[in-house]
């Protein structure tokens, strides 16, 4: 069986106190529900701090991106070993990243790859765009993402993937629950083809774009849909919560 995971990705909000008064609002009544796994994703500055208050409990945390170099001379970067004493998720591949930061398919293949080497665990993202969405090609454009960013990769224990359709991140317009729960069902077949009906089965792969309380049911009713990344609505500790207990209720009478 399949964990269901809840990952919030606060891109860049919060302040390190802001960051931690967030945290403070939910860190209780996160902890207490057990069936899901919890994922809190917060700026970089301020996982090492969140990482202390969320020390002992069930919720775990996760970086939003990684360079994919060991060390070395490129400043401003964060290599996955500074990563990995911090946190066990981190985010690659997110559609932002490719759009303002020009991240190529290569580049998040070179990322999934050193973050699996030192123990990281990957929540790799893919979706469409809007233009190719209309043009009928999220299976072809799904497809190439989903093999250019595994290749070379033999073992893909520890990794999530996200399906998040670029249109629908942040715009308040989320995918149907049809069109989510189908082109997650492709992205399972791409991987039973590529590892295998077993690693098929056990990945998790979470739907993401424009989740918030009010739809977050209607996406965790779906059989491939194994939980969800949430931008926006991961900013509010109320709505959050409310997206953790909705998962746990509906995965649990499975
Ligand atoms: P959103 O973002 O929930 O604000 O649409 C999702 C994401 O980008 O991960």
């Not at 990705?9 to 802001?18: A, D, R, V």
């Not at 057990?34 to 020390?55: H, N, Q």
């Not at 765009?129 to 454009?141: F, I, M, S």
């Not at 939980?227 to 909705?246: E, H, T, Y």
Request: aromatic share 6%; hydrophobic share 40%; glycine share 10%.
């Amino acid at each position: 069986m399949r964990v269901p995971m809840i990952v919030g990705n606060w891109k860049m909000n919060t302040t390190l106190s802001g960051a931690v008064e967030l945290v403070n609002k939910m860190v209780r009544e996160l902890d207490e529900i057990d069936s899901v796994d919890k994922v809190l994703c917060p700026p970089f500055i301020s996982l090492a701090k969140i990482g202390k208050l969320i020390k002992g409990s069930s919720i775990k945390l996760g970086a939003q991106n990684v360079y994919f170099a060991e060390k070395g001379a490129y400043t401003g970067e964060i290599s996955p070993l500074m990563l990995a004493e911090l946190c066990e998720f981190v985010i690659i591949g997110h559609s932002e990243r490719r759009k303002y930061f020009n991240e190529t398919g290569e580049i998040v293949n070179q990322k999934v790859m050193a973050a699996l080497k030192v123990g990281l665990k990957p929540i790799l993202c893919v979706g469409e765009k809007l233009a190719e969405n209309e043009a009928g090609r999220t299976e072809e454009v799904v497809t190439g993402q989903v093999s250019s960013s595994l290749a070379g990769i033999n073992d893909i224990n520890g990794l999530t993937i996200a399906y998040e359709p670029v249109w629908a991140i942040g715009t308040g317009k989320a995918a149907t629950r049809e069109q989510a729960n189908e082109t997650i069902g492709l992205i399972r077949r791409i991987i039973s083809k590529l590892y295998g009906e077993k690693v098929a089965r056990d990945l998790r792969i979470l739907y993401g774009g424009s989740v918030t309380a009010d739809n977050a049911t209607e996406f965790m009713q779906q059989s491939e849909i194994d939980g969800a990344l949430v931008g926006g609505a991961s900013l509010k500790a109320d709505q959050f919560l409310s997206i953790v207990r909705q998962t746990a209720e509906i995965k649990q009478t499975r």
